[in-house]
């Protein structure tokens, strides 16, 4: 089964302070994905990739960045966090193609809390 | 934009008889449908895959896609307490970038 992997498990940031949430993958998927968990709001998706050194903005791009220097790594910036930024984050990489290749797998998720 | 609408909100069941569980979604050209499970606090477990319409069976659940009618469901043969968790409905356009648009989400408590 498809390994992602993220780190930290728990952060807890200052209002104002940076922020870089890590992600990697080790099924050589070459889309990556970095989404947030609210309620009320359900999985959203803040930026995605295509391979190394592509990033694209998703549906709630504001406040972040994402970083992809190799295949297997992907990272999601907080600049200059602010408490509505506290949510849980998730990374996930899937293939290309149709059908059953483009099965996006989870990591287990970041619980960011800013303060 | 994708739009993708779950009901119910919550459901409750006992253990052994069968859960259903309703998507919606607004964009008719999508072709690409999952099921995810989440437990509480853990990441997300996909339950089953389905491409074309009619019904797809991966263990004890099985999708059923309807896309003239622009939905797709989830039935949950026998559940266990242990299938309580949130049950999400993701979909996916092949040719818009195969990104996953979610819904918010069906929690599921199966009691003993």
């Known amino acids: 089964e498809a390994a992602v992997t993220q780190s930290p498990r728990n952060k807890v940031a200052v209002t104002g302070g940076k922020v870089t949430l890590s992600c990697n993958q080790t099924?050589?998927?070459?889309?990556m994905y970095w989404y947030r968990q609210d309620t009320g709001h359900g999985l959203r998706l803040i930026h995605y990739s295509y391979g190394a050194g592509s990033t694209e903005k998703g549906d709630i791009p504001d406040g972040y960045k994402a970083s992809r220097p190799s295949q297997e790594n992907f990272s999601l910036i907080l600049e200059l966090a602010t408490p509505s930024q506290t949510s849980v984050y998730f990374c996930a990489s899937g293939g290309t193609g149709g059908g059953s290749q483009n099965t996006l797998y989870f990591g287990a998720g970041t619980r960011l809390s800013v303060l | 934009q994708q739009k993708v609408q779950q009901s119910p909100e919550s459901l409750t069941v006992s253990e052994g008889a069968m859960a259903s569980l309703n998507c919606t979604f607004s964009d008719r050209s999508s072709d690409n449908f999952r099921w995810y499970r989440q437990h509480s606090g853990k990441g997300l477990e996909v339950l089953v895959s389905?491409?074309?319409?009619g019904e797809k069976e991966e263990g004890s659940f099985t999708a059923h896609l309807n896309r003239a009618s622009l939905h797709v469901f989830l039935h949950i043969r026998e559940p266990q307490p242990s299938d309580s968790a949130l049950y999400l409905c993701?979909?996916?356009?092949?040719?818009?970038?195969?990104?996953?648009?979610f819904g918010i989400g069906t929690r599921v408590l199966v009691r003993p």
């Open positions: 993701a979909v996916m356009t092949n040719s818009a970038g195969n990104k996953l648009t």
């Open positions: 099924n050589n998927h070459n889309n």
């Open positions: 389905i491409f074309s319409d």
